[in-house]
């Protein structure tokens, strides 16, 4: 999915100063611009926030505009691998979600639910202690409320 290059610049980014420990945001089911609004408004980093110039069309350091889509698909697979796996480093995510009972994109097929999820997943079982927020953004008047999902599921107080 990426080359020990593009890994490279993709870890610069995250290990470099532009990583905001414990603020990022991981999501699924909600439209990309309220997800970046949110984030924004919130001073969290979603994927594109934390890859800085590697997002930015009109930076020399991206490569969207030379890959084909199914190259860029891929290499944002791999980044979304590399950006889980730095977050689990930590000790805190935000997950926005659809509300319950729905809270997953339906298709399945969300980097959240394809690549991140099941990175956290995985270094949770290997030792990673990570507290997992969830905030459904779409909700009037809850858009500001966070419930625990992980170590303990709290759903049901939401």
């Not at 990022?24 to 609004?37: M, N, P, R």
């Not at 008047?141 to 303990?152: I, L, Q």
Request: aromatic letters at 8%; charged letters at 20%.
């Amino acid at each position: 999915y990426l080359t020990i290059e593009e890994e490279s610049h993709i870890l610069e980014q995250f290990l470099g100063t532009r990583w905001k420990p414990n603020n990022q945001i991981l999501w699924s089911g909600v439209d990309h611009d309220l997800v970046q609004k949110w984030a924004d408004d919130h001073g969290k980093q979603t994927l594109k926030t934390a890859m800085g110039p590697l997002m930015d069309p009109k930076s020399p350091n991206c490569l969207r505009l030379g890959k084909a889509a199914i190259d860029w698909s891929k290499y944002m697979s791999g980044a979304s691998a590399l950006f889980a796996w730095q977050i689990s480093q930590g000790e805190r995510v935000t997950v926005l979600l659809p509300p319950p009972p729905q809270k997953l994109n339906p298709n399945g097929l969300s980097q959240f639910q394809t690549v991140e999820e099941p990175v956290i997943s995985l270094a949770i079982s290997r030792g990673a202690i990570l507290r997992v927020e969830t905030v459904h953004p779409t909700v009037t008047g809850a858009e500001e409320a966070h419930y625990e999902t992980y170590p303990v599921d709290k759903t049901s107080s939401w």
